[in-house]
């Protein structure tokens, strides 16, 4: 029945009390806080019940797939810190290696390090924002300005490493840009330290045992392994049911084969036990952290892969040799052009897998680029998991999918 | 004797083409891995080509097939998880889009690509009731390629609106939108009699229109909000390289320390 707006009985934009059956309509965002940015949601409640959900996605829509068509490869890598813009690196890194696969090259040692050491730290930086926005919409307050604390730290190591906070842009194609300023490995030991100790003290302390955090989690948001593996949900939404799957353990890229650390696990399905994963993920990256820095010590001091026909030499072989300076020259005015192929590389991002996929025909343009990203999937997820739960889980929910728009649209 | 082409129109070509550059090919190899070969040996009556690309399987099956190969590929081989699919266009070539399944076996850590072409106009099967990520993903194919899926529960466009014309990602689609995409807020908030009043959408982010006194403010000769521009009301300013120096100099008070 249509809506007939009067004096007595106004018209809600958000509200739709006047249908046939006893069920209620109404529209959760995009502008709502816990929305994780421009979800909007589609709730038929009936009471307090959800009886159907209906996730709308497309409000940060930026065709960022068809600016790949049509931007030089090295062009593009500024425009993925766009994707995941909570862990920027990650989504550059995820692409840059796209790109080596299909080039065939492989980054020097000390750009392995330093990738690496980004990607962790990257993930602890969102883990961190993953915890202190959903302990924010469950109601929890002081746990996120606490965790944004230790985010702030984080983001000054970034800083210092590559100029940004947010859109880093820290990883190239072929290696990285920069060497580590001095006294980073200091600053990210202390920072390692901090962060163990404030998952234990402050974090675990606060929430683990907190009996409100607990009835909000537990049972809430219960997604069997099938069903995860169904939807497609990857990341810690899949290790959050049970199934055992790291794409760094199973699938090694960068130096992961040579690391020492554990995967992390729970078999409760519901949120309470993703929030436990969380926890642990962010211990296990300090742990790689702590184990990359004396392989950085060791490395020598090249930074970006030797492959004059795709890559710039270095500085000091273009300005004193011809050829290279040629090279240089049409790298930069042309872009590369890599072999005619198709390629599909998998990462593991904080949120879950990132996949590039990318199909060239030798020309200096992807001709397709398709970016997997995790949260796409775990917003489709919504619609299933939603149903039957109450309104006050909704947003627990929405929050243990940690899902970002800027990936979800793209 | 090398092969005549005709050279009239060299101005419109590429400014740069190596005539002895051959473009390579990333290596196809031969299925090796006993994972993959047994699973090139259950499909074999569906696959047409087969190949290893950079470590993983990828085969090429009849676009009529796609549902049974990927159901075979669930229930026999262990894929369990379908990461992705989506399409390439190939209208140009061959009036065809390319269509691939990213097909993932938790088990074994294995990754198959499935690949099929699909000719303009027809539609494909939906996977949907194999794998529920397929639901979102095959409303983002059609959204952005307009390729119609047969048993979809729900194809709707997903990243664009809903009463949208056009495809964005095919090839012939603008990279800057096109007609129907200058007016589409015109259009829909203020209705068709306005295009007139309001003029296109801008797209060019560089473009700035003196008149315009909605958006932009200009130092030295501020009109109020929406006012008529009147170039006879500048008055000369003195710039040094970057900053303002004499911006209403008696007007302006200078203070001795920071407040």
Not at chain 1, 6 to 16: G, V
Not at chain 1, 46 to 51: A, I, K, N, S, Y
Not at chain 1, 121 to 126: A, G
Not at chain 2, 46 to 71: A, C, P, T, W
Request: aromatic share 12%; charged share 25%.
């Amino acid at each position: 029945m249509q809506q007939v707006p009067n004096k007595l009985t106004p018209f809600f934009e958000n509200l739709n009390f006047e249908r046939d059956d006893n069920t209620m309509v109404i529209n959760f965002g995009p502008q709502h806080p816990s929305a994780h940015g421009q979800l909007r949601l589609v709730l038929e409640l009936d009471g307090e019940q959800v009886v159907k959900a209906y996730p709308d996605i497309g409000y940060l829509h930026r065709g960022i797939e068809k600016m790949a068509e049509n931007m030089t490869y090295n062009e593009f890598l500024p425009t993925t810190d766009r994707l995941d813009y909570i862990a920027s690196t990650s989504n550059n890194y995820a692409y840059a290696l796209a790109v080596e696969k299909l080039l065939g090259i492989e980054a020097p040692r000390r750009a392995q390090v330093i990738r690496t050491m980004l990607l962790e730290l990257n993930r602890i930086i969102s883990h961190l924002f993953f915890i202190a926005t959903h302990a924010l919409d469950v109601g929890a307050m002081s746990v996120f300005l606490y965790a944004f604390r230790e985010r702030e730290y984080a983001m000054d190591l970034m800083e210092d490493y590559c100029g940004a906070r947010l859109t880093h842009s820290a990883v190239r194609i072929g290696g990285v840009p920069l060497d580590l300023p001095k006294g980073w490995i200091e600053n990210l030991a202390a920072f390692c330290d901090k962060v163990d100790h404030e998952v234990e003290h402050t974090y675990e302390a606060l929430l683990s045992q907190n009996r409100i955090w607990r009835m909000r989690l537990e049972d809430v948001g219960v997604i069997s392994a099938e069903d995860a593996l169904n939807w497609g949900c990857t990341g810690p939404m899949l290790r959050g049911s049970g199934v055992k799957y790291d794409i760094r353990k199973e699938e090694p890229y960068e130096l992961y084969s040579e690391l020492d650390f554990d995967i992390p696990v729970s078999d409760r399905c519901d949120s309470y036990g993703r929030y436990r994963l969380y926890m642990q993920e962010m211990r296990e990256s300090t742990k790689i952290l702590r184990q990359l820095m004396p392989m950085y010590a060791k490395s020598d001091s090249q930074l970006m892969a030797h492959a004059p026909q795709y890559i710039s030499a270095p500085k000091e072989q273009i300005m004193t040799q011809n050829y290279a300076l040629m090279q240089h020259f049409v790298l930069v005015t042309q872009g590369m052009r890599p072999p005619k192929g198709e390629v599909y590389v998998p990462t593991e991002s904080p949120k879950g897998e990132l996949g590039f996929y990318i199909k060239s025909e030798g020309e200096p343009y992807a001709y397709r680029l398709k970016c997997r990203a995790p949260s796409f999937f775990h917003t489709g997820l919504l619609q299933e998991i939603l149903v039957g739960t109450y309104i006050a889980d909704v947003v627990t929910i929405i929050g243990t999918t940690n899902i970002v728009f800027g990936e979800v649209d793209r | 004797m090398r092969k005549y082409v005709p050279k009239g129109n060299v101005q419109k070509k590429a400014y740069y083409t190596d005539r002895f550059h051959v473009v390579p090919r990333v290596p196809r190899n031969e299925v090796e891995d006993a994972h993959f070969a047994s699973v090139v040996s259950v499909l074999k009556a569906d696959i047409k080509e087969s190949y290893m690309e950079l470590g993983q399987l990828v085969i090429h099956i009849d676009n009529r097939s796609n549902f049974d190969v990927i159901k075979v590929l669930k229930e026999e081989c262990g894929y369990t998880q379908c990461s992705e699919q989506s399409a390439v266009d190939y209208l140009a070539q061959d009036n065809e889009f390319e269509l691939f399944w990213q097909m993932l076996n938790v088990n074994e850590a294995k990754r198959v690509r499935v690949v099929c072409r699909l000719p303009q106009g027809m539609a494909i099967d939906s996977i949907e009731s194999l794998f529920k990520s397929a639901n979102f993903a095959e409303r983002e194919m059609f959204d952005m390629f307009g390729i119609k899926v047969n048993n979809h529960p729900f194809l709707k466009r997903i990243l664009m609106p809903d009463d949208w014309e056009g495809h964005p990602l095919l090839k012939t689609y603008p990279l800057h939108g096109d007609e129907f995409a200058s007016w589409y807020e015109v259009d829909k908030i203020f209705g068709k009699a306005y295009r007139d009043i309001i003029g296109p959408e801008n797209r060019d982010p560089s473009k700035i229109d003196i008149e315009d006194t909605k958006r932009f403010s200009r130092v030295g000769y501020e009109v109020p909000f929406g006012g008529e521009y009147n170039s006879d009301t500048k008055e000369e300013i003195e710039y040094s390289d970057t900053f303002l120096v004499n911006y209403n100099k008696p007007k302006s008070k200078t203070l001795d320390e920071r407040r």
